[in-house]
T-cell receptor, first 114, second 115 residues
Framework: ETGVTQTPRHLVMGMTNKKSLKCEQH?????MYWYKQSAKKPLELMFV???????ENNSVPSRFSPECPNSSHLFLHLHTLQPEDSALYLC?????????????FGPGTRLTVL | AQTVTQSQPEMSVQEAETVTLSCTYD???????LFWYKQPPSRQMILVIR??????QNATENRFSVNFQKAAKSFSLKISDSQLGDTAMYFC????????????FGAGTILRVKS
């Protein structure tokens, strides 16, 4: 596997379910990101991790819980979601340093909340 | 706060023709970076080109080039010799100088290349 991978690619869940999204990067990067892409809205940053430490939480509701056990893996734990949380969730990674960290994206997880 | 505006929701171009996508941004920063990303129907976001604000020379990557006007806060993308595979959503994005900084995206422009 190369680049940034995400699993599952598609997920349908009920409002009372608990599920997790997984992201893995094979680029040796030390920063990882979660973005939400909703229809007709710009991509919204959710969380940033630098060297496994969360450095940004963009006022995300607590029903979204990120976890970064190491620099290669990032999870997004989901519980008691709302239908408006249905969206494409994109993971990205970058290598801090040099002032401009180009972010490389995974293919995304298409989430549908019923 | 920074904002990025893409004023063209949709555009179309004939194969082999040239098309320009517009992007403007607002920032008080002097040191920053600008990006164009492409998201084909398969949804994998791919970096097309990036520009450092301190560089006056416009970035170029094969058929893709930018027209960066710092004073006007404008960053347009020109695609030459358009190909069917260029059909995608194109996002303009801004990043402040520094580690692990967030990308601020525009709303995107859907580009359709017609045969």
């Amino acid at each position: 596997e190369t680049g940034v991978t995400q699993t599952p690619r598609h997920l349908v869940m009920g409002m009372t379910n608990k599920k997790s999204l997984k992201c893995e990067q094979h680029l040796g990067h030390n920063a990882m990101y979660w973005y939400k892409q909703s229809a007709k809205k710009p991509l919204e940053l959710m969380f940033v991790y630098n060297f496994k430490e969360q450095t940004e939480n963009n006022s995300v509701p607590s029903r979204f819980s990120p976890e970064c056990p190491n620099s290669s893996h990032l999870f997004l734990h989901l519980h008691t979601l709302q239908p408006e949380d249905s969206a494409l969730y994109l993971c990205a990674s970058s290598q801090p340093g040099g002032g401009a960290d180009t972010q490389y994206f995974g293919p995304g997880t298409r989430l549908t909340v019923l | 706060a920074q904002t990025v505006t893409q004023s063209q929701p949709e555009m179309s171009v004939q194969e082999a023709e040239t098309v320009t996508l517009s992007c403007t941004y607002d920032t008080s920063e002097n040191n920053y970076y600008l990006f164009w990303y492409k998201q084909p129907p398969s949804r994998q976001m791919i970096l097309v080109i990036r520009q450092e604000a301190y560089k006056q020379q416009n970035a170029t990557e094969n058929r893709f080039s930018v027209n960066f006007q710092k004073a006007a806060k404008s960053f347009s993308l020109k695609i030459s010799d358009s190909q069917l595979g260029d059909t995608a959503m194109y996002f303009c994005a801004f990043m402040k100088h520094g580690h692990g900084n967030k990308l601020v995206f525009g709303a995107g422009t859907i580009l359709r290349v017609k045969s």
